[in-house]
């Protein structure tokens, strides 16, 4: 079946870095998202990579994929108040696929 | 970038009533809109599935005859939510597929609230 699990909460605080992580049970699986939802807005695509990729790297984002272990991995560098919000995890088969989304994990930021 | 507009941002209607909400892709063809929609503090629920020209394809548990969705061209997509009631309020949102780019790009969605 398809499901996407990620951790509801995290806290960090002001500059260090956040850490994310989601794991999927499908693994045919082939590409997969990280979107950010600020509150009452929509979705903004953060990132993706493909299942045949380790790393992607975009400024100060880092996506990590383990497709062994089916975990996927978003990483904040120099985590800002502006980066408070909800991210989802997301995974689709094809590109023009449905998108299966985890709960989202909310990211609080210390100051 | 590829923008999807989404209206209404809030509405308030009656319990019994219908409500239609719109999404325009604007500066490109989305030949399919997945339309969602996402309780408090919950993840987003696939409703259902429209490629332009076509009968939607509905998701499990969704009633299509209480959520039609119609799109009847390349950038526009609407959802109307028919004799609406209290347990339909929630946060509709849909997303289209920009063919230039990888992943969708979503509305900004809709609060609907049945009094």
């Known amino acids: 079946g398809e499901d996407v699990e990620q951790s509801l909460f995290l806290s960090v605080r002001e500059g260090d870095s956040s850490v994310i992580n989601c794991t999927y049970t499908d693994s045919s699986s082939t590409y997969l998202y990280w979107y950010k939802q600020e509150p009452g807005a929509g979705l903004q695509l953060l990132t993706y990579i493909f299942s045949n990729m380790d790393m992607k790297q975009d400024q100060r984002l880092t996506v990590l994929l383990n497709k062994k272990d089916k975990h996927l991995s978003l990483r904040i560098a120099d985590t800002q108040t502006g980066d408070s919000a909800i991210y989802f995890c997301a995974e689709s088969k094809r590109r023009d696929d449905k998108i299966i989304f985890g709960k989202g994990t909310r990211l609080h930021i210390l100051p | 970038g590829a923008v999807v507009s989404q209206h209404p941002s809030r509405v308030i209607c009656k319990s019994g009533t219908s409500v239609k909400i719109e999404c325009r892709s604007l500066?490109?063809?989305?030949?399919?809109m997945f339309w969602y929609r996402q309780f408090p503090k919950q993840s987003l629920m696939l409703m259902a599935t429209s490629n332009e020209g076509s009968k939607a394809t509905y998701e499990q548990g969704v009633e299509k005859d209480k959520f039609l969705i119609n799109h009847a061209s390349l950038t526009l997509s609407t959802l109307t939510v028919t004799s609406a009631h209290p347990e339909d309020s929630s946060f509709y949102i849909c997303?289209?597929?920009?063919?230039?780019?990888?992943?969708?790009?979503f509305g900004s969605g809709t609060r609907l609230t049945v009094v």
């Open positions: 500066d490109f063809q989305a030949t399919t």
């Open positions: 997303s289209g597929s920009d063919s230039a780019n990888y992943g969708y790009t």
